[in-house]
Nanobody
Framework: QVQLVESGGGLVQAGGSLRLSCAAS????????TGWFRQAPGKEREFVAA????????YYADSVKGRFTIARENAENTVTLQMNSLKPEDTATYYC????????????????WGQGTRVTVSS
């Protein structure tokens, strides 16, 4: 069983940066694919970024490519999302996700989710 706890959300001006962290307890991220998703008010949850279980392959939504970076740190117990050049449309609650396997599968089949951390980008 994996428990995920996100942190690092907050209020930032457009063009600014935030770094989200997802800490795993109960079990390290070894052999777990991980990723970040977000949900804006009134919208469906959407994919943001993902990391293969080896930590070698990364995947990004087109809307964040070149601005966001996903990485695994701290002996593989933390996954981070560095968000640069933030835009108002990045405003959402961001969720960390993890599951066994090479890469994350469809959202409705992911077993482990964090509680979310709120990011607000002002214009």
């Amino acid at each position: 069983q994996v428990q995920l706890v996100e942190s690092g959300g907050g209020l930032v001006q457009a063009g600014g940066s935030l770094r989200l962290s997802c800490a795993a307890s109960g079990r390290a991220f070894v052999r777990y694919a991980t990723g970040w998703f977000r949900q804006a008010p009134g919208k469906e949850r959407e994919f943001v970024a993902a990391l293969s279980w080896t930590g070698e392959a990364t995947y990004y939504a087109d809307s964040v490519k070149g601005r966001f970076t996903i990485a695994r740190e701290n002996a593989e117990n933390t996954v981070t999302l560095q968000m640069n050049s933030l835009k108002p449309e990045d405003t959402a609650t961001y969720y960390c996700a993890a599951d066994r396997g090479t890469v994350l599968g469809p959202m409705n089949r992911i077993n482990f989710w964090g509680q979310g951390t709120r990011v607000t980008v002002s214009s």
